[in-house]
């Protein structure tokens, strides 16, 4: 699955992802510091589902219709970072590719 990885994600995860076989890139090695509409067009344009902890995606994907093949927020509180992983591997195993 390709995926790009907001810079608000931890590298950590970013690793599992690509250990698990998952094409990914990350905003935190491309392009650190764009603005949230520059990753949108870099998902756009590579065809990636976004993963992000930023809700402020959804303004730009949803009310602006700003169009990328899917959009995945995770939301866990930094003290039980170690669940991210989890939740994730979980979500992808249940909708693989329909997550896009």
Do not use: N
């Not at 690793?15 to 491309?30: C, F, I, K, N, W």
């Not at 756009?44 to 995606?57: H, P, S, V, W």
């Amino acid at each position: 699955m390709l995926w790009l990885a907001d810079e608000c994600v931890d590298a950590a995860l970013v690793g599992q992802l690509r250990g698990a076989g998952h094409d990914v890139d990350y905003v935190a090695e491309l392009a650190s510091g764009v603005t949230d509409t520059q990753v949108v067009s870099l998902a756009q344009a590579d065809g990636r589902l976004l993963l992000t902890e930023d809700k402020g995606f959804g303004e730009l994907v949803f009310r602006l219709k700003l169009a990328i093949p899917g959009v995945v927020l995770l939301r866990i509180d930094p003290e039980r970072h170690h669940y991210k992983w989890q939740r994730l591997d979980t979500a992808i195993a249940a909708y693989g590719d329909r997550l896009v």
